[in-house]
Nanobody
Framework: QVHLVESGGGLVQAGGSLRLSCTTSENIFNLNSMGWYRQASGKEREPVASVSVRGLIDYFESAKDGRFFISRDVAKKTVYLQINSLKPEDTAVYYC?????????WGLGTQVTVSS
C-alpha cells in the first residue's frame, strides 16, 4: 500500500501562487510515476502533471498554459506542484497520484480556492 499525503492548499487571491507538496511512504524509484490531478466541484477529476520514475515530465491539457511546474525531491520522497498566476478557475481539490504498474494510489486531496 502506497500512502500519499498532500499539503500546501489554501485560500489565495487571483494572481497569487501556491506550492503543493505530496509526500509518499515509498521510495520514489519504486513507483512508475507520481503526479497531480484536480477535481473542481461538479466536474470530473482531470490530470494536471506527472513525473515518471526516470524524471520525465508531462503536463496535461489543464496545465499547458505555463503556470504549472511539477518537480520532485527524491531524498524527501516528495513531489511538488507550483502554480503561479492563480485564477478562480483553478479552484479545485488537488489530488496526488502514484502509479505502480496498473494500480493507482491517491491521497486525500488538498483544497485550493482562488478568490477573484
Amino acid at each position: 500500500q502506497v500512502h500519499l499525503v498532500e499539503s500546501g492548499g489554501g485560500l489565495v487571491q487571483a494572481g497569487g501562487s501556491l506550492r503543493l507538496s505530496c509526500t509518499t511512504s515509498e521510495n520514489i524509484f519504486n513507483l512508475n510515476s507520481m503526479g497531480w490531478y484536480r477535481q473542481a466541484s461538479g466536474k470530473e477529476r482531470e490530470p494536471v502533471a506527472s513525473v515518471s520514475v526516470r524524471g520525465l515530465i508531462d503536463y496535461f491539457e489543464s496545465a499547458k498554459d505555463g503556470r504549472f511546474f511539477i518537480s520532485r525531491d527524491v531524498a524527501k520522497k516528495t513531489v511538488y506542484l507550483q502554480i503561479n498566476s492563480l485564477k478562480p478557475e483553478d479552484t479545485a481539490v488537488y489530488y496526488c497520484n502514484a502509479r505502480v504498474l496498473r494500480t493507482d494510489y491517491w491521497g486525500l486531496g488538498t483544497q485550493v480556492t482562488v478568490s477573484s
